[in-house]
């Protein structure tokens, strides 16, 4: 089945510093892939749909400059946390549908992001 | 302002029992409603899609029903069992063709032995 994977699972880093984040699709395409970040016993948050080839359509109320988005093949998004602060710590997990345009989405397991 | 709501942040069964889960939508016309499950420190998983011109879907122990009227999809999960312990989730997209889903808040099921 359709696999996505996340990496790194957790990171920990200093205020100010950047984190990239990758996800893959491991065996399928993915044009379009989904950024979420999640507060403890929050929901899902939609961060941004990171399009292949193309810029990143972000929420409202998520900045495009502290959070960048790229997607540079098929299979791979990158989510960057630029000068991170401690509130930027959180859960943030990547998606993609597997095949059309309908299909349910397939997610990373995340990567739990403490930024001290 | 447009709302996803589960009805219930926690639900407690005895095993063997009937879980029913709730979401209700507001502001928002889905071309279909999703159900995923997330185990702690996990990425979602999904269960099951209904569409909007479906009342039912069936999966093993689970079942869905999609009401577009009452703005309302219920998630039951039959003959239940510790390992059905999780934090399920409702998802829509607005509009049809789009897969930015948007999550409810969640339901943290424990089914007691």
């Known amino acids: 089945g359709a696999v996505v994977s996340q990496h790194p699972s957790w990171v920990i880093c200093k205020s100010g510093t950047s984190v990239k984040i990758e996800c893959r699709s491991l065996?399928?395409?993915?044009?379009?892939m989904f950024w979420y970040r999640q507060f403890p016993k929050q929901s899902l948050m939609l961060m941004a749909t990171?399009?292949?080839?193309?810029?990143?359509?972000?929420e409202q109320g998520v900045e495009k400059d502290k959070f960048l988005i790229n997607h540079a093949s098929l299979t791979l998004s990158t989510l960057t946390v630029t000068s991170a602060h401690p509130e930027d710590s959180s859960f943030y997990i990547c998606?993609?549908?597997?095949?059309?345009?309908?299909?349910?989405?397939?997610f990373g397991n995340g990567t739990r992001l403490t930024v001290t | 302002s447009q709302k996803i709501e589960q009805n219930s942040e926690a639900l407690n069964i005895q095993e063997g029992k009937t879980a029913t889960l709730t979401c209700n939508y507001t502001n928002y016309s889905p071309a279909y409603l999703q159900w995923y499950r997330q185990d702690p420190g996990r990425g979602p998983v999904f269960l099951l899609l209904i569409r909007e011109n479906e009342k039912e879907k069936r999966k093993e122990r689970l079942k869905v029903t999609f009401d577009t009227t009452l703005k309302q999809s219920l998630f039951h999960i039959t003959a239940s069992q510790p390992a059905d312990s999780a934090t399920y989730l409702c998802a829509l997209a607005e509009g049809g063709g789009a897969n930015n889903l948007f999550f409810g808040t969640g339901t943290r099921l424990t089914v007691i032995p």
């Open positions: 998606s993609a549908p597997a095949s059309s345009y309908n299909s349910p989405l397939h």
């Open positions: 065996d399928f395409q993915a044009t379009t």
């Open positions: 990171s399009n292949e080839g193309s810029k990143a359509t972000y």
